[in-house]
């Protein structure tokens, strides 16, 4: 199957922005701020990695009605001209004196009437990408119109992904597809875990990654004691289990799943985890369906690993995945998020195999009226060896 176009028609970002106000509108708010790379990506398809600097705020401001007006500093005005977006207000930054304060409050209180009420998002899994001083200071400047938590209206419409969008993620996965295929080029017994990680990282981008922001894994005797720590140049040996999972990127989309891998030989009690994670993957690829909520997949997951005699691991087994790395929700026993037909998902059960050895896996799914999706390619159903 083809790659999709790069960026997105005008058709899809005047969907999205009919959407976010649509919401707006319920929820009584009067425009909507916001400041982070992803919801202006999401907006706008402003995609740069000068976001990577701290130096300079970026604001979008999307109002009742109309087209979204970005106040942004000047070096990304050529950049943004590039988007559908026409209104663009600048200023020389960094400016340690009004950091775009005056500009965007002239903005608001263009858009928004004295007793107006501006959302931004406010929430769990949300951030505000500006000085704290100078969003006090802009509060002080637009009142008496009020500032108001926009968390729910911005992930509501987010969270559920066009099929343009399900395009892109599925482009993404199939680069890690392309690239898990060839780990037995450069993993093995002997080499060392850190140049298996640059080895990794370098094989994404041959494969038509635009950046891998996220790179993780790690390798020990029939597990691994987590999947978060840097990798040290400690060679893979007989017996070890080598994981790796990416969060790599394509056109401002992200994939997230692992695979797991045995060095030389693969141990009884490790064997049989693997067995049970793909025996509860496989249980959740079946039964999950729209309307069960975060906290029922979690269940499913839990219950699948216990009937094979499986100890589930701590923490959120899956979540959602988009233009950030992880999205809500997540498949914790607390999460009663509902789940809607066109979300993209990841189901990520773990097992204790005994203490500080663990095995987890992952698959990116894409949820259907009639259940999910696969967008990875599935992982294989015994454990590879590589020598």
């Known amino acids: ?54 130096a300079r705020p970026w604001f979008v401001v999307v109002p009742a009605k109309g087209n979204p007006v970005a106040v942004i500093p000047s070096i990304g005005a050529d950049l943004m001209g590039q988007t559908w977006i026409s209104d663009i207000r600048t200023w020389d930054a960094p400016d340690p004196s009004d950091d775009g304060v005056s500009l965007l409050a002239a903005t608001l209180c263009d858009l928004v009437l004295a007793e107006g009420a501006i959302g931004t998002p406010m929430g769990l899994e949300t951030q505000l990408r500006m000085a704290l001083s100078d969003y006090m200071a802009l509060t002080a400047r637009i009142a008496p119109r009020r500032m108001v938590d926009a968390t729910d209206v911005v992930q509501r419409v987010r969270e559920v992904k066009s099929e343009a969008e399900v395009a892109k ?45 996220y790179t993780a894994g790690g390798a020990g005797q029939g597990g691994y004691g987590d999947v978060i720590s840097p990798a040290t140049a400690q060679p893979l040996a007989r017996g070890d289990v080598l994981m790796l999972d990416t969060g790599a990127v394509r056109d401002g ?45 979690h269940r499913i997951l839990c219950d699948g690993l216990c009937a094979n005699g499986a100890t589930p691991g701590g923490g959120r087994l899956g979540h959602g995945l988009g233009v950030t790395l992880t999205e809500w929700p997540s498949f914790t026993p607390k999460d009663r998020s509902v789940l809607r037909a066109g979300m993209v998902l990841t189901l990520e059960p773990g097992v204790e195999i005994a203490p500080g050895r663990i095995l987890v896996h992952e698959e990116n799914i894409v949820l259907r009226e009639d259940g999910p999706e696969l967008l990875s390619a599935r992982a294989p159903a015994e454990l590879p060896v590589l020598e």
């Open 1 to 54: 199957m083809a790659d999709p176009a790069r960026a997105f028609a005008l058709s899809e970002h005047r969907c999205r922005c009919d959407a976010l106000q649509a919401g707006m509108a319920l929820a009584g708010m009067d425009a909507l701020l916001l400041t982070t790379a992803a919801d202006i990506f999401y907006v706008t398809g402003f995609l740069t990695r000068f976001w990577e600097s701290p």
């Open 169 to 213: 993620i599925r482009a993404a996965c199939a680069v890690a597809d392309r690239t898990f295929a060839r780990v037995p080029e450069f993993a093995g017994l002997g080499r060392p875990l850190d140049a298996v990680f640059r080895d990794f990282q370098r094989v994404l981008l041959e494969e038509g990654a635009d950046w891998v922001s």
């Open 253 to 297: 989309y992200f994939c997230d799943f692992d695979r797991n891998y045995a060095i030389g030989a693969v141990a009884a009690d490790t064997a049989r985890a693997h067995a049970a994670l793909y025996v509860a993957t496989d249980l959740a690829l079946e039964t999950l369906r729209p309307g069960m909520t975060a906290a029922d997949v």
